[in-house]
């Protein structure tokens, strides 16, 4: 329930309260190593939503940043080879494109490449969280793509539910 004003009323606000609904909220860090990494994180995130004491519940994964990326898939080396080789394949680093021209753009570093990679993958997932821990498939990883390291990088990460 809402109030006319878009809050929860009230009543929903004591619902909530009363089933024991919980948001917790953490900001994560990874150093990256190479211009184009994938990082493995599933076992940090279901620290995190284990520490969170939230049993049933979503878990909600940001990006901080326009270069990097988050996706579900197969943690198995010939496929992120084979990831790393599409990617460089649809968006390659030297292109033309108008982020690294100055005549368009301030931007020094010379990363477009970077940038159209991670709107091409996203920088959020919204994942089920059972048991406190991420739900995910027998082959499924989550995985963080750095598209223009090496650099530090920060993940929002809040897990709600019951």
């Given at each position: 329930?809402?109030?006319?004003?878009?809050?929860?009323?009230?009543?929903?606000?004591?619902?909530?309260t009363a089933t024991g609904f919980r948001i917790f909220s953490r900001v994560v860090d990874w150093i990256t190593s190479e211009r184009m990494q994938l990082i493995n994180i599933t076992d940090r995130i279901n620290?995190?939503?284990?520490?969170?004491?939230?049993?049933?519940?979503?878990?909600?994964?940001?990006?901080?940043?326009?270069?990097?990326?988050?996706?579900?898939?197969?943690?198995?080396?010939?496929?992120?080879?084979?990831?790393?080789?599409?990617?460089?394949?649809?968006?390659?680093?030297?292109?033309?494109?108008?982020?690294?021209?100055?005549?368009?753009?301030?931007?020094?570093?010379?990363?477009?490449?970077?940038?159209?990679?991670?709107?091409?993958?996203?920088?959020?997932?919204?994942?089920?969280?059972?048991?406190?821990?991420?739900?995910?498939?027998?082959?499924?990883?989550?995985?963080?793509?750095?598209?223009?390291?090496?650099?530090?990088?920060?993940?929002?990460?809040?897990?709600?539910?019951?």
């Amino acid at each position: 329930m809402e109030a006319g004003n878009g809050a929860p009323s009230a009543a929903a606000a004591a619902a909530e309260t009363a089933t024991g609904f919980r948001i917790f909220s953490r900001v994560v860090d990874w150093i990256t190593s190479e211009r184009m990494q994938l990082i493995n994180i599933t076992d940090r995130i279901n620290e995190i939503v284990h520490k969170s004491g939230i049993r049933d519940g979503i878990v909600h994964l940001q990006s901080l940043h326009t270069t990097t990326a988050i996706f579900i898939n197969e943690w198995q080396e010939a496929l992120l080879d084979d990831m790393r080789s599409i990617l460089s394949e649809i968006v390659p680093r030297e292109d033309g494109w108008r982020h690294n021209d100055p005549t368009y753009s301030d931007c020094e570093r010379r990363n477009a490449d970077s940038h159209l990679r991670g709107m091409l993958l996203g920088q959020s997932l919204c994942l089920q969280v059972r048991n406190s821990a991420v739900l995910l498939g027998t082959w499924q990883s989550i995985i963080l793509a750095e598209f223009d390291g090496p650099r530090s990088r920060s993940m929002a990460i809040q897990v709600s539910g019951v």
